[in-house]
């Protein structure tokens, strides 16, 4: 039977939008975009140029510091530009995709069969390691290290988050595989959590993993907070991460021979006529699946990922490498309230008691309501923050780079996304996830 840990300290914020569990059919597009900004901790190299012509799974780019570690195309096509920035840093390498993908043959593998170091240069020459990533620094683990530990989340408790039963229906095969070549990659243990709703049988029944069941609101569901309840995170120790919805690709090139991006994403949000989930593979454009299906005549935000954490795109952005939901929800530009912040209108909404919550779920904007300002002593972090870690302190301290301090308050545990209830909460205004990201590529450059 699993071990059984309870969260009680987190927010469960009552945003409208949920998808519907209903499958509303596959999307692609003519052009998929891939950027290397998604895979935080790498230098990328190209590994080829324009009009190239590829297959999915060939390397569109690699990491300088591990020439080995290849990025993986998620379609078949030509490759029409590569799209630079500042000091020519490569922003995103745009492929015309073919209306039938076809597919790079890796080979079917028995992992039963396979050593350590072949399991490891399967997945790198697949294009596929950036799934796994590790703490400290939450950044593409780096293959060189061994892993004390890898753990794996089974569930997501963000706001409007994709249901992991539903879109893992039909993938218990690939999940178990990709537990069992997970297995062989550490010499310690594999940690599962799931929640304690969760009725896929692939992540209820799966082997050679160390399960444990969560209760609670979010961020029950981040891979820091189980890492942290389970076992903790040491200075000199390095654990790898996954999602299960990861595994399951993983598992899916052994048990096909293939590298297959495709992702069942969720639809969500308030301001989406019909929500829901859909296939497709990562980079595609999405403005197809917006196309009369929000709400017109106020400006939206258009989110990849979930409205906590995900990365802003625009109508015709795309899909993020690590997304498994698409949000929108309204901007919020131009809109005055009477009487501002002391309105007592019900579709106002406080994490505290500043306003009675009279509806299960609200139409949140995207405004920050107030400007930035010293922190503010209020104890607010604490409230939804249940690692064991003072939030406040180690934020100080990261803003001050003492390094020191920063090891002391437990920074080698945490990512970013630990931190984005407390920035929700803050009547600072602070953006604390960057000044958390910030902390964490300083520390890594001068610890490393």
């Known amino acids: 039977m699993a071990n059984r840990i309870t969260i009680k300290k987190g927010l469960q914020i009552p945003l409208a939008g949920r998808a519907e569990e209903v499958f509303r059919g596959s999307i692609a597009s003519e052009f998929v975009k891939v950027c290397p900004d998604d895979f935080h901790g790498i230098i990328p190299k190209l590994a080829v140029k324009v009009n190239d012509r590829i297959k999915a799974g ?18 078949s096509g030509v490759v029409t530009d590569i799209v630079r920035g500042e000091k020519r840093k490569i922003l995103h390498v745009d492929i015309q995709a073919d209306k039938d993908i076809q597919y790079a043959d890796f080979g079917k593998k028995q992992i039963s069969a396979l050593s350590t170091s072949e399991i490891k240069s399967a997945v790198l020459e697949a294009g596929i390691w950036f799934l796994i990533k590790q703490r400290p620094y939450d950044i593409v683990a780096n293959p060189d290290k061994s892993p004390r530990d890898i753990f794996v989340t089974g569930f997501d408790t963000a706001p409007l988050a994709p249901s992991y039963d539903f879109i893992l229906q039909g993938q218990e095969d690939d999940l178990q595989t ?19 709703k969760t009725t896929n049988k692939g992540l209820r029944e799966a082997r050679n993993v160390i399960l444990t069941e969560f209760e609670g609101p979010h961020p029950a569901g981040n891979v820091g907070v189980q890492i942290n309840r389970i076992k903790p995170v040491n200075k000199g120790e390095t654990v790898w991460t996954l999602s299960a919805l990861d595994v399951a690709i993983i598992g899916r090139l052994f048990n096909k021979g293939i590298v297959d991006l495709t992702r069942t994403v969720a639809l969500t949000g308030s301001e989406v006529k019909k929500t829901g989930y859909y296939k497709m593979t990562i980079g595609t454009g999405l403005k197809s699946i917006f196309k009369n299906n929000v709400t017109e005549g106020i400006p939206l935000r258009y989110i990849s990922g979930n409205p906590l954490t995900g990365i802003k795109i625009d109508e015709d952005g795309f899909l993020h490498a690590y997304d498994s939901q698409i949000t929108v929800i309204p901007e919020g530009v131009g809109v005055h309230e009477m009487f501002g912040w002391a309105s007592l209108s019900p579709n106002r909404y406080s994490a505290g008691c500043t306003y009675p919550k009279l509806r299960k779920e609200y139409r949140l904007d995207a405004r920050i309501l107030g400007g930035s300002r010293a922190i503010i002593v209020s104890n607010e972090y604490d409230q939804v923050f249940p690692m064991d870690i003072y939030p406040e302190q180690l934020i100080k301290a990261t803003i001050a780079f003492n390094i020191d301090k920063m090891e002391q308050l437990g920074i080698y545990e945490v990512a970013p996304e630990d931190f984005a209830l407390c920035e929700f909460v803050d009547t600072s205004k602070l953006e604390i996830q960057k000044i958390i990201r910030t902390g964490l590529d300083l520390l890594r450059k001068e610890m490393e």
């Not at 390397?59 to 591990?66: I, S, T, V």
Request: proline share 5%.
């Open 58 to 75: 060939n390397a569109l780019f690699y990491d300088k510091q591990h020439p080995d570690m290849f990025f993986a195309s998620p379609v």
């Open 178 to 196: 990709g537990f069992d070549a997970l297995s062989k990659l550490t010499e310690g243990k594999v940690y599962l959590s799931i929640s304690t």
